[in-house]
């Protein structure tokens, strides 16, 4: 039928954890009308659970109009309760899905997660109690929706000091996350039809984010150095230009001053802004920092950043460095999405940079996430010899990992699935389909080494098996 899967000491429900995965299979078409499924006491016996909790997962899907039963011959998927019919060319309802956490027992390189085992949680809930036994009444009233002035002050100095940001405090948003900065960056500037030039690839979210800002986008190339300037297109005008410089995701370049120079004269020319993502840019390995290209430009230029991989993506504290012609409209929009963001969280952030509690954090984790993909490079090296070529390493939190004759198809997925292992395809970021067959994103940040060589080992056994 389809591979399932059950944690019996998990905090979910093993009757929800049935219903879940399930539901999700037969959402994406994995599992299509008609389609017979196991009887309860069949399942029940795979799965070494008591009959009672996959017919009460059997009866909630039923119950929703997932399943129909019919007596004396057995359970099947109801019509139309797949999602394939909604499905896009630009958006398929598979890259999403991979996003989700890893289940247990499935080692799962997804790139973005830092190591959250190593988050200073004891320096940050002695902030968070000193200032709330402490602090005046007044900090827990509504804030301004460009967020603490005590942030911005402390970040603009931050930035200026570690990315050569040129701003002031006035100039910053404080958003939940960077993709709220995106989403802000796109309300405000986009009308149905805009033209984005993009990256290509791109992160599937952020795709979906200026697509339902009503962008139009239009995909550049990006080698080794990240975007190819010179394949911008210079007869038509674009309303905004997204860039990652300091780490193109999720091909991992770094975009050399005679790029970022064209890319601003572009920019001045056609009147159009670039919108900097700043992805993963702390986590250099190789030479000093890569400068933003924000401060080539300041009022060309819309920065972004969050704190989601230095520290954790609970956090939920991104930023925007905005040019001045831009701060009253975005500091409006930002009120009527949700007033602000949080406050106590500004504090204590603020807090914990102005004592370098952030730098000194970033600074170890660098030397972690460098014995982490020492480690991946040795193990694929190991069990890939001559089979495998690695770039993207120079910068972040993953690598890219090409395999000559294997092409991560959705079948292919499902047999590392099966033997508990997660891959994430480049080909899901692409908008131009086809040139990245070959190549998956390895992220290492929050994994072991020991999960690391144990990983690249069913990979190994899974595609000895293809």
């Known amino acids: 039928m389809f591979w399932l899967t ?4 998990s905090y979910t429900p093993l009757i929800r954890q049935i219903y879940e995965q399930i539901r999700l299979r037969i959402l994406q078409g994995e599992l299509n009308h008609g389609e017979r499924l196991l009887s309860t006491r069949e399942l029940a016996s795979d799965l070494h659970v008591s009959r009672n909790v996959v017919l009460e997962a059997y009866e ?23 999602l394939n019919d909604l499905r896009s060319d630009t958006q398929p309802l598979s890259a999403p899905l991979r996003e989700q956490p890893t289940a247990s027992g499935i080692i799962g390189f997804r790139t973005g997660v830092p190591a959250l085992d190593r988050l200073p949680r004891r320096k940050l809930g002695q902030l968070f109690h000193a200032l709330c036994a402490d602090a005046p009444p007044e900090i827990f009233n509504y804030g301004q929706p460009e967020g603490s002035l005590e942030l911005r002050d402390t970040l603009s100095r931050y930035l200026k000091r570690t990315r050569g940001v040129r701003c002031d405090p006035d100039q910053i948003i ?17 009308t149905p039809g805009d033209r984005v030039i993009t990256e290509d690839p791109i992160h599937l979210h952020f795709q979906g984010t200026l697509q339902a800002c009503g962008a139009s986008l239009h995909p550049v190339p990006v080698d080794e150095s990240g975007m190819i300037t010179s394949l911008i297109p210079r007869d038509e005008a674009a309303r905004l230009l997204f860039v990652t410089p300091s780490h193109q995701f999720p091909l991992g370049g770094v975009l050399p001053v005679q790029r970022r120079i064209d890319l601003v004269q572009f920019a001045q020319a056609t009147g159009c802004y670039i919108v900097e993502d700043d992805y993963e840019s702390e986590f250099r390995f190789e030479g000093t920092a890569v400068s933003s290209l924000q401060g080539l430009a300041p009022e060309q230029v819309i920065y972004i950043g969050s704190f989601s991989k230095i520290l954790a993506p609970a956090l939920r504290i991104g930023y925007l460095v905005l040019p001045h012609s831009l701060i009253a409209q975005f500091r409006r929009l930002k009120y009527l999405v949700d007033n602000h963001s949080p406050i106590l969280d500004q504090l204590v952030l603020a807090n914990f940079i102005e004592n370098r509690g952030l730098e000194l954090h970033v600074t170890r984790m660098k030397r972690l996430y460098q014995k982490r993909q020492a480690a991946l490079i040795k193990c694929l090296a190991a069990s890939f010899p001559g089979q495998h070529r690695v770039s993207g390493a120079s910068t972040g939190l993953h690598l890219i990992a090409e395999f000559k004759g294997i092409a991560f198809t959705e079948e292919v997925l499902s047999s590392l699935e099966a033997v508990g292992v997660r891959l994430y395809p480049v080909e899901d970021h692409a908008l131009e389909k086809g040139h990245h067959l070959h190549q998956v994103i390895m992220g290492y940040g929050n994994l072991t080494e020991e999960e690391i060589e144990e990983g690249v ?10």
């Open 6 to 9: 059950v944690t019996k000491n």
């Open 60 to 82: 909630q899907l039923a119950a929703e109009g997932y399943l129909v039963g019919h007596e004396g011959s057995g359970t099947f998927v109801a019509e139309g309760a797949s």
């Open 174 to 190: 404080i958003t939940t996350g960077a993709a709220q900065a995106l989403f802000l960056t796109g309300k405000a500037l986009l």
């Open 457 to 466: 080992k069913r990979m190994r056994a899974a595609l000895d098996d293809i």
